[in-house]
């Protein structure tokens, strides 16, 4: 079993704390105090994004906490009215201003845009990190088609995609792309958007654990290789308990329960990608 500290997805010289904090919909004082939270209660992941209009309070909330800098992985997002060389280029410095760092660990494109072509983009992307302000790139909500034309792009490695997975919701053709191709899955909205935590399915595997419907959803997640997650929650409680994933592990048969949940074709990827 993998603890916490050392739980991370390796991918293109990146490695990526398998659980992340989400900071979507969160902002001001809220967020502040979500982030101080999760990083007290041991997350070294933070998701941010220009689009969420946090970017101040997650810095704000980093500069206060007693964790290192160095130990925290914190990712933001270029919006995609923002894909054009300079917009990339200003957007991402403002992000940084804003972040009150001079580094961030892995920036994104949050979606696919049409305000300038990916080669354009990732060009940005790339320059930015040839400065050292950008130490890993990647993508969000991209198809696998998409990811590997990015990968084909980029001078440098597209670390990861991060897309909407959750046991209700599936990405079989992009998790086995990624699996295969060494890049990571970051799944937002792990917890389907609340739907997860009153699932009875779920809350009968948890009974043999004490855990919650929450926790073994995030367990199945974090139990994929080439996956991370990246739940958000605003109270004490719910932040903490997300954490609590790494003291238990799911049997082959618990994870295919949780994966024939969804829309997908769990069974046939986990044999194939050697998850039973």
């Known amino acids: 079993m993998t603890d916490r500290a050392s739980a991370a997805v390796s991918a293109g010289g990146a490695e990526i704390p398998k659980l992340g904090f989400g900071t979507a919909r969160i902002t001001g004082d809220d967020c502040k105090q979500a982030v101080e939270t999760a990083l007290e209660v041991g997350y070294r992941h933070v998701d941010t994004a220009q689009m969420y209009d946090n970017e101040t309070a997650v810095g704000r909330a980093i500069a206060d906490s007693d964790v290192a800098r160095d130990e925290i992985f914190v990712v933001t997002k270029v919006h995609p009215d ?19 760092l001079t580094t961030v660990d892995l920036l994104l494109l949050h979606a696919p845009s049409d305000r300038a072509p990916l080669e354009e983009t990732l060009g940005a992307m790339n320059d930015l990190q040839s400065e050292g302000v950008v130490d890993h790139i990647g993508v ?9 034309r990015a990968r084909e792009i980029s001078e440098t490695p ?47 595997i948890g009974e043999k654990y004490g855990k919650s419907a929450a926790q073994v959803a995030l367990r199945w997640l ?20 997300n954490a609590a994933v790494f003291d238990f592990e799911l049997t082959d048969e618990e994870m ?5 949940l969804g829309d997908g074709r769990w069974q046939q990827l986990a044999a194939r990608l050697g998850l039973r």
């Open 256 to 260: 295919g329960v949780v994966g024939d």
């Open 222 to 241: 974090v139990q994929q290789p080439s996956v991370a997650a990246i739940p958000k929650a605003a109270s004490p409680d719910h932040i903490e308990s």
């Open 82 to 100: 923002n894909a054009a060389r300079e917009d990339v280029l200003s957007s991402t410095r403002a992000s940084l201003d804003r972040l009150g």
């Open 158 to 204: 597209i670390v990861t995609n991060q897309v909407k997975y959750h046991p209700y919701h599936h990405q079989d053709d992009l998790l086995e792309y990624c699996a295969n191709e060494g890049v990571c899955l970051t799944a937002y909205s792990p917890l389907a958007e609340g739907a997860v935590p009153g699932d009875d399915r779920l809350l009968e």
């Open 140 to 148: 969000s909500n991209f198809e696998v088609g998409g990811l590997e």
